[in-house]
């Protein structure tokens, strides 16, 4: 059963991918353009979803909304993997007191209530810090004044809040596989520490971590709308599902368009990345 | 059982330091200095205040020193006065806590009334029919971003069908209600907000509850009891479910920070005035003592949770008091 579900969920996440991407062609309105007379309108021929209060389609924003989520929950996910499969890997390896100090950053992680920091961090609005660091770096620099820098520092804040559960799995699957004998035989050989781990002991360690990004990246995608509601994460008017509802607040209970599409569209976006994950780690547990 | 707890106390004293680090460094990520933040975000702030914060900083001085002063005062459970109201900061989060443990101590009950029997029931017959249904219903639980049924909860139940109270703690006329009446009040007011906050954790520990009862139902202690002829209420709740829940206790002590977290969203969509919405009100208005104070607040109680559910481990499970450390 969980076979078929994982599929499922795989098939869900290929379609939203396509929608986030074919956006431009499918979205009936600019998702940004603002009609003041047509605010709050219910679902009708023009606007298949309705309007927000400034008059802008829900169907369009929702649909551009779709790609701020998944290419932060997936950029997120990305750091969080880099960062945590880098530290595990070296507490693992190491042992001694280079694992004992990374393990207690792991549990100091662990112990602030992740919201707690990441509204902190964000409030404190290092973005302009960010660009001032970065304007410096040739490429980088020019790179991030193309992306909204509030959103940089959501990906990066988000992904590095979220490494620690990789970094405890990597170290675990290190620490076992590091005694096994085609690790031995390479060490015999002289492989260098680097290409042990990059070579030997990380490919083969990478099954959980696939398992754990997948979820992962629903996890990012909720924790990411729940700062974009509370006025934290992504700001309009560039949509994202957390933010339109967000500006639905005002109309609760009269404009159900702007509170129940978002919601559902979060829904089954994280839900179709846990099948999925679920999915891959009985594939994996199977094969062990 | 005592080298056990004073090793784990030890082994809590760098997380301790680190905490203090990440939390004092938090202030210190703004541009500019701190008080410049304050002021131009915050008109609010007196020249005299600032300049009352800059003396307690001792913002001229190198950061190590600023540090250590720091550590010092919170040490003392000095916290410094809230940029907003010019209050202490201990005064304000002592008056909203009971409000934040209420909700979180009545939804983690609540937790554990329906994940314990729910999981168990599961795992009697792991892929049975109702071991597919609590499946479903945990992927639901997981996925569901609580923040929006906490939404839908509001206009359904308070605005459209005028069943429960919307917002905030007490009833307007509250003042004229006898004790009785006031707790009753008070009980209706969070009944929404803890079964939001209950539903989250719900999928999590049901899902751990079954995969633990599995585990111990196949050992060869649940055999012999069974062979030697228990009744299978006997064998189930005796000797499965008492080691079934041993796992339970480290893991009610991780999601204590989700707790906490949680408390955040909640108390800021039904307005209940806990320290949830302190954090987010002081977020917001860049009131760095009580975002200071409640990073290392929250994290602490954190930590004591972790330390408690590892004692309480330890004290159930010999196995772990002899050997190493847990995990």
Redesign the interface.
């Known amino acids: 059963m969980s076979n078929r579900l994982a599929l499922m969920g795989g098939c869900v996440l290929i379609g939203l991918a396509l929608l986030a991407v074919t956006a431009p062609w499918l979205a009936p309105h600019d998702p940004l353009r603002i009609t003041v007379s047509d605010a709050l309108l219910p679902p009708s021929a023009t606007y298949p979803l309705g309007t927000d209060q400034l008059g802008r389609d829900v169907l369009s924003r929702l649909l551009y909304g779709a790609r701020i989520s998944l290419v932060i929950g997936i950029i997120a996910v990305g750091i969080a993997v880099l960062v945590g499969t880098s530290v595990g890997a070296i507490a693992g390896f190491y042992g001694g007191w280079v694992d004992a100090a990374l393990m207690r950053l792991v549990d100091t992680l662990l112990s602030i209530p992740t919201i707690f920091l990441l509204l902190a961090i964000i409030a404190m609005d290092p973005s302009e810090r960010l660009l001032q660091l970065t304007s410096r770096v040739p490429l980088l620099g020019n790179l991030l004044t193309l992306v909204d820098p509030q959103i940089v520092i959501l990906m990066m804040v988000l992904g590095l809040m979220s490494w620690m559960g990789v970094a405890r799995l990597v170290r675990a699957e290190i620490l076992s596989l590091k005694e096994r004998e085609f690790v031995l035989a390479a060490r015999v050989l002289g492989a260098s520490p680097l290409r042990l781990i990059m070579k030997h002991l990380v490919p083969n360690a990478m099954g959980p971590v696939l398992v754990s990004a997948t979820l992962g990246v629903g996890g990012a995608i909720l924790t990411e709308s729940v700062l974009s509601y509370l006025g934290l994460g992504v700001q309009p008017p560039t949509p994202s599902w957390g933010n339109i509802l967000n500006e639905g607040r005002i109309a609760l209970g009269v404009a159900w368009w702007l509170t129940i599409p978002p919601g559902v569209c979060i829904f089954v976006t994280v839900l179709a990345f846990n099948l999925l994950g679920e999915g891959l780690r009985d594939r994996i547990s199977r094969r062990e | 059982m005592m080298t056990y707890v004073v090793r784990r106390l030890v082994g809590t004293l ?2 301790l330091f ?2 203090t680090l ?1 939390s004092f460094g ?2 210190h ?3 500019g200095k701190p008080t410049d ?1 304050a002021m131009s975000f915050n008109p609010k702030v007196s020249l005299e205040a600032r300049q009352r914060m800059e003396a307690l900083y001792g913002l001229d001085q190198p950061l190590m020193v600023q540090y250590r002063r720091w550590l010092g005062r919170m040490a003392r459970w000095e916290f410094g006065r809230s940029f907003l109201d010019d209050r202490p900061v201990g005064e304000k989060i002592a008056e909203r806590l009971p409000v934040t443990l209420t909700i979180n101590l009545a939804s983690l009950a609540l937790i554990l009334c329906i994940a314990i029997p729910l999981g168990v029931v599961a795992a009697v017959r792991p892929g049975g029919v109702f071991d ?1 249904l609590t499946t479903v219903l945990v ?2 639980g ?4 609580s ?2 049924l906490a ?2 909860c ?2 359904g139940f308070g ?2 069908l005028r069943w429960l109270p919307v917002s905030g703690l007490h009833s307007l006329d509250y003042e004229s209600f006898g004790l009785l009446r006031r707790g009753l009040d008070a009980a209706w007011h969070l009944l929404l907000p803890v079964l939001i906050a209950a539903f989250t954790g719900l999928a999590g520990l049901s899902r751990y509850m079954r995969s633990s009862m599995v585990e111990v139902l196949r050992q060869d202690y649940i055999r012999t009891a069974r062979a030697k002829g228990l009744s299978e209420r006997r064998v189930l709740f005796h000797h499965g479910l008492r080691n079934g829940l041993l796992p339970i206790i480290t893991l009610l002590g ?1 999601s204590l ?2 707790l ?3 408390a ?2 909640a108390e ?1 969509i039904f307005s209940i005035p806990g320290m949830g919405r302190l ?2 009100d002081a ?2 208005a ?1 009131d760095y003592p009580v ?1 200071m104070a ?2 290392t607040i ?2 602490l109680l ?2 004591v949770g ?1 330390l408690l559910a590892d004692v309480a481990y330890a004290y159930a499970d010999p196995r772990i008091r002899v050997g190493a450390e847990p995990r």
Do not use: E, K
């Open positions: 760098p997380v680190l905490i990440i938090i202030m990520l703004a541009p933040a597919r992927f639901i997981y996925s569901m971003p923040f929006w939404l839908l509001l206009v605005v459209v991780l920070p989700d906490i977290g949680g955040v969203i800021t954090f987010y977020v917001m860049r975002v409640l990073v929250g994290a954190t930590l972790n």
